[in-house]
Every structure is written in structure tokens, then in C-alpha cells.
């Protein structure tokens, strides 16, 4: 049989926590002619489809499962991955395949990717983080109600997951809104996409993006308008707390934020 064109081309994965802007580059990748996308997956059953016999197994019967089962359960993931590659490489397009790392390293408190390291065991895999300023983070989790804690439980997760990435490029979603043309060609490139399928003005893009509306997420972005938006409200503890944290410090100077609550997100 010949090989299908492109079957042995990397799946390209997208990395970032919650309510840091990664639905909204997630989009952007989407409208590129040579993308097929899938959102938020991850490998964990219990993220599966309400209807998806593997999840509700994992949600019912979790303890039933032993380490064969959970093994025999990841090569059927893998097994389905591989038919979206093959479907993707039919179609000259790359499978693009978008995390969902909250689980890792916000639930779980894990160290790794689940997906980046499982979908290597089988195909070659190139990553991309992408990050948000760690105080809009917290700010967004706690406002949207997934975190009703102290900063320190987001920064320390997002320190975690920047050291599992660490060996990978990053992008900041405070580059994309602030020149998204620009920003999705360089982010394609990073995929191993063609930028010359990206829409070539803003307005186009966001006219595109719009027509994607079928994709999971989006917890704090209702518009389809690629803006940058002011900063919440940060409590007087939340900005003590960050001039308490070393953690925090350490993660704007690894990203090159401004670790003022005040100051603009980007450092000068």
C-alpha cells in the first residue's frame, strides 16, 4: 500500500493553563489551511465525552481499574490519535492537537504532561507553551471560580509547568493580541504550520476566528475582537502576596513580565 502524504509528519500539541488566552490562540491555529485542531484533550478517561463509554467507566468505576486496564485504555488513545494523524495527512494538513495541562499541573500537581508524554511513545511530537501574565491568571481563575485560594497554588503550578516545558518555545499571549498577524505566523512556523494560510490583516483574522465556533473552552473571552484587556481587580493581599512570593519574581523574570500589579503586564 502506498503511504499516505505527510503520515509521518509530527503532531504538533499546544500547552497552557487555564484562562491564559489559550482558547483564543487555539482559534487562530484553527483558521490555517494546513491545521486540523483538536481541542483540550488529554488522555485522563474522566475528561472524555459525557457519552464516551471509557469515561463514564473512569467516573463510575475508577477504582475498578488496575494498571493493565489504564495501560490497555492509553493505546486505545493512541490508537484514535492515530487515525486523526492519518485523516489529517490525507488532507495535507498537520494534526494539531491542544492540551489540556490543567489537569497536570493545576488538579493533579502533576510534573509532566500526560499527552506530550504519552503521544510520544508513538509518534514524534513538537510542543508549544504558551503563557499568560501569572497575576491575569489567578486573577481570571479566581473570578471565573476555578480557584478560591491563595496565589501561590497558580504560581507554583505554573512554575511547574514552565519547567516541564523548559526545553520548548513559549509564547505570550500579550504578543498575539497586541500584533495577531504577526504573532500566529510566528506561532505557526513554531507547529510546523504554513503562515501563508493565515488571514493577512486583523480584522480578517478575527472575521475568521469567529467562524470557529465549534471549539471547547473559552472560560473568560466572549468577543471575537483580538484586544488586550485591563487588568482586574487585584485585592490588597493579592498584591502583598505577590511581593511576598519568590515563585512569582522568579516567573516574571522567566517570562519577561513586569511583576508590578500596577505596571503594565509586559516589562519595559
Same mark, same amino acid.
Given at each position: 500500500m502506498k503511504p499516505e502524504p505527510h503520515a509521518e509528519a509530527p503532531v504538533a500539541t499546544?500547552?497552557?493553563?487555564?484562562?491564559?488566552?489559550?482558547?483564543?490562540?487555539?482559534?487562530?491555529? /484553527?483558521?490555517?489551511?494546513?491545521? +486540523? $485542531?483538536?481541542?483540550?484533550?488529554?488522555?485522563d478517561r474522566e475528561l472524555a465525552w459525557l457519552y464516551h463509554p471509557f469515561r463514564q467507566m473512569a467516573v463510575g468505576y475508577g477504582a475498578l481499574l488496575d494498571d493493565t486496564d489504564r495501560a490497555a485504555l492509553d493505546r486505545h488513545f493512541l490508537d484514535e490519535m492515530g487515525v486523526c494523524r492519518c485523516v489529517a /495527512?490525507?488532507?495535507?494538513?498537520? +494534526? $494539531?492537537?491542544?492540551?489540556?495541562?490543567?489537569?497536570?499541573f493545576f488538579t493533579h500537581g502533576r510534573r509532566a504532561s500526560r499527552l506530550r508524554g504519552l503521544l510520544a511513545e508513538r509518534f514524534p511530537v513538537v510542543p508549544v507553551a504558551t503563557v499568560r501574565h501569572p497575576l491575569d491568571v489567578y486573577l481570571a481563575m479566581r473570578d471565573n471560580g476555578?480557584?478560591?485560594g491563595a496565589p501561590d497554588a497558580v504560581f507554583d503550578a505554573l512554575a511547574a509547568f514552565l519547567d516541564a516545558f523548559a526545553d520548548c518555545p513559549v509564547m505570550r499571549y500579550e504578543s498575539f493580541v497586541d500584533d495577531p498577524v504577526a504573532a500566529l505566523a510566528h506561532l505557526a512556523g513554531l507547529l510546523g504550520l504554513d503562515p501563508a494560510g493565515a488571514p493577512p490583516d486583523r480584522a480578517a483574522l478575527e472575521a475568521a476566528m469567529a467562524r470557529v465556533d465549534w471549539m471547547t473552552g473559552a472560560g473568560g473571552r466572549r468577543s471575537a475582537t483580538v484586544a488586550g484587556r485591563p487588568r482586574r481587580e487585584v485585592a490588597r493581599f493579592e498584591v502583598l502576596a505577590c511581593a511576598k512570593s519568590p515563585v512569582y519574581a522568579d516567573?516574571?523574570?522567566?517570562?519577561?513580565?513586569?511583576?508590578?500589579?500596577?505596571?503594565?503586564?509586559?516589562?519595559q
Open positions: 499546544l500547552h497552557h493553563l487555564a484562562n491564559s488566552g489559550g482558547t483564543l490562540l487555539t482559534r487562530a491555529v /484553527a483558521v490555517l489551511a494546513d491545521a +486540523l $485542531v483538536l481541542s483540550e484533550v488529554h488522555p /495527512a490525507r488532507h495535507g494538513r498537520r +494534526l $494539531v492537537v491542544r492540551d489540556h495541562a490543567q489537569t497536570d476555578l480557584h478560591d516567573l516574571c523574570a522567566r517570562l519577561g513580565y513586569a511583576p508590578d500589579p500596577a505596571a503594565s503586564p509586559l516589562a
